[in-house]
Each structure stands twice: as structure tokens, then as C-alpha cells.
């Protein structure tokens, strides 16, 4: 069992920053890709940014350019840099953790942690 904690949430204005930070158990770290998924009340969860365990990056368009992700492995830990946020970026942010045993897709979520960007 993969157990993921988020961190980092919280109330920032209109091109403010904030780092969301994702802890995550077990020792098998480096082989899952890692992402944040966010949603919003009455939206189905949409995926912003990947990292495969080779370091392989892929972004939602909407956030391309604004928001970085990385990975330390020797910290088990993925993070999600925001930059450049406006209100549209306000939503529930989940860490995710995903990888293929033999046929099966096996994933794990965290939390979520609250992101609200407003003047």
C-alpha cells in the first residue's frame, strides 16, 4: 500500500506562487510515475502535470509554461511549483502515484490539499 501526503496548499492572490509538496511511502519510489491531478466543485478530476521515473515531464496546456513539476526520490517526494496563478487555477490539488504491475494499473491518491487564488 502506497500512502501519499500533501502539503503546501493554501489562499494566494492573483499571480502569486506556491509549492505543493506530496510525501510518499514505501520503497519502490523510482518506479512510479508521479502527477497532480486538481478539481473543481461539479467537474470531473483533470489531470496538470506528470513525471515519469526517468524524469520525462508532461503538462496540461492551461499550465504550460506557469507550473513545474520534479521529483526526489531519495525523499520519496514529488513536488508542483505554481507560478503565475489566476483564479481559474483555484481547485483541489491530488497527488497521484501510478505504475504497471505486469497487465494491472495500479494507483494511489493523496488527500488533496485546497488551492485559492483570489485578490
Known amino acids: 500500500q502506497v500512502q501519499l501526503v500533501?502539503?503546501?496548499g493554501g489562499l494566494v492572490?492573483?499571480?502569486?506562487?506556491?509549492?505543493?509538496s506530496c510525501a510518499a511511502s514505501g520503497s519502490v519510489f523510482n518506479l512510479y510515475t508521479?502527477?497532480?491531478f486538481r478539481q473543481t466543485p461539479g467537474?470531473?478530476?483533470?489531470p496538470v502535470a506528470g513525471i515519469s521515473s526517468d524524469g520525462t515531464?508532461?503538462?496540461?496546456?492551461?499550465?504550460?509554461?506557469?507550473?513545474?513539476?520534479?521529483r526526489d526520490n531519495a525523499k520519496n517526494t514529488v513536488y508542483l511549483q505554481m507560478?503565475?496563478?489566476?483564479?481559474e487555477d483555484t481547485a483541489i490539488y491530488y497527488c497521484n502515484a501510478a505504475r504497471w504491475a505486469v497487465s494491472e494499473l495500479l494507483q494511489y491518491w493523496g488527500q488533496?490539499?485546497?488551492v485559492t487564488v483570489s485578490s
Not at 13 to 20: D, F
Not at 58 to 70: C, E, L, M, P, W
Not at 83 to 87: A, F, G, K, V, Y
Open 6 to 8: 500533501e502539503s503546501g
Open 13 to 20: 492572490q492573483p499571480g502569486g506562487s506556491l509549492r505543493l
Open 34 to 36: 508521479m502527477g497532480w
Open 43 to 46: 467537474k470531473q478530476r483533470e
Open 57 to 70: 515531464t508532461n503538462y496540461a496546456d492551461s499550465v504550460k509554461g506557469r507550473f513545474t513539476i520534479s
Open 83 to 87: 507560478d503565475s496563478l489566476n483564479p
Open 112 to 114: 488533496g490539499t485546497q
